[in-house]
């Protein structure tokens, strides 16, 4: 190890100026004084170097000196990942089959052919949306692998099915085991994920809004009242937007399960792209912050879930229940999974702030912030 540290030292002309070690719970830690910051390109190089050859992690540390930290990166397990997973599948699958066969019942009291089997339906629903979540997590996987990135996951997170009244997931979420080189690897690792769910997502719509029924306004407000049917109590811009491609001319939508699947990734994703520890949206806004300014962020935008939350239910907007659910979820992922206070990239001396990567950070969030419907 340590003739391999010397070496990538003396390829990149790096003065050492002061040395020590000490054993940690998982191995041996050196830390290393040099005599001025390494720069960004040969940091990122050491730093991939010794994840590949030896598991070890890098890091770049600000102090009277410079010190890079060869830290060993250790083997753990998240709890209860495969509870949680099959949980999800079972969710997800309930969630299908309601929506199926409600679409399918509606259709046939309506003389509307549309040829649907509730249980096969849910199979193709489970598979899809998990696909759309896999497509989300590629992306994470993609741009850690470029980077050297190592991350454990993803950990799928189950909800109440629709039978319960909720759409059957929060999502899926990704752990970092090493942190990033640079503020800008941390910056793509984020949205690399979103951005590939959020285009899944939308492909599986296009099928969807074609494969939905228009039924008549008069009917629809009928099987309302007879609590056949009702209304979504939160819709999206993406949503919105591709429902552009089957006007109704004054009637109204009854949706396929795969729209649902796409009404659901908008959903999750906008729970992901929240600014919140080390959630997706956390890595983008940390590339750009602080740590103290980030965790103050954190702890604003919860209140803003809850106060949100509260004000829409006193306006009497179903929404609102979804509001104050997922303040508290975030919360707890805040407190439990993210840690709170995220840390950065690997190289605490690296000063770039890559503000190009709010663009689509901003126009993924104004795609999928879920807007209150009446």
């Keep these: 190890m340590l003739e391999s540290i010397y070496q990538q030292f003396s390829k990149h002309g790096i003065l050492v100026v002061g040395y020590s070690e000490y054993q940690s719970s998982f191995g041996k830690v050196f ?3 040099v005599e001025k910051p ?14 590949e050859n030896h598991h070890y992690m890098v890091l770049q540390i600000k102090s009277e000196r410079p010190v890079l930290r060869f830290l060993p990166i250790p083997e753990r397990r998240i709890p209860f990942k495969q509870v949680l997973t099959i949980t999800t599948f079972f969710t ?16 046939s009291k309506l003389g509307i052919p549309v040829g649907l089997n509730p249980f096969a339906t849910a199979v193709v629903y489970t598979l899809l949306f998990l696909l759309a979540l896999g497509v989300h997590e590629l992306g994470h996987v993609f741009s850690s692998k470029r980077e050297g990135v190592l991350i454990e996951g993803p ?30 690897d941390l910056a793509r690792l984020g949205i690399s994920g979103p951005l590939s769910g959020v285009l899944a997502g939308l492909l599986i719509g296009v099928v969807g809004v074609f494969s939905s029924v228009s039924i008549p306004y008069e009917k629809a407000v009928e099987l309302a009242e007879a609590g056949e049917i009702g209304a979504m109590p939160l819709t999206t811009l993406g949503l919105e937007l591709l429902l552009m491609l089957k006007p109704v001319n004054g009637e109204v939508l009854l949706i396929h399960p795969l729209l649902f699947i796409t009404y659901i990734i908008f959903i999750v994703t ?9 959630l997706d949206g956390g890595h983008v806004l940390r590339s750009l912050m602080s740590p103290r300014a980030h965790e103050k962020l954190g702890k604003i935008v ?32 805040r407190g439990y999974i993210a840690k709170g206070q995220h840390p950065g990239s690997a190289d605490q001396y690296d000063d770039e702030r890559p503000w190009h990567y709010l663009i689509p950070y901003l126009v993924l969030l104004v795609m999928v912030t879920p807007i209150p419907v009446g």
Excluded: H
């Design 31 to 33: 830390d290393f004084y």
């Design 38 to 51: 390494v720069d960004k390109d040969a940091f990122s190089n050491i730093y991939k170097f010794f994840i």
């Design 92 to 107: 997800v699958g309930l969630t299908g089959y309601g929506l199926a066969s409600g679409f399918a019942e509606i259709a």
């Design 155 to 184: 950990i799928f997170i189950p909800a109440p099915p629709i039978q319960l009244g909720f759409i059957g997931t929060f999502g899926a979420v990704i752990m970092m085991k090493t942190l990033p080189p640079s503020r800008r």
């Design 270 to 278: 906008f729970l992901n792209l929240l600014p919140i520890g080390q």
């Design 302 to 333: 919860i209140a803003l879930l809850a106060v949100t939350g509260l004000s829409l239910m006193l306006m009497n907007y179903a929404a609102g229940y979804y509001y104050l659910l997922l303040s508290l979820v975030v919360f707890i992922l």
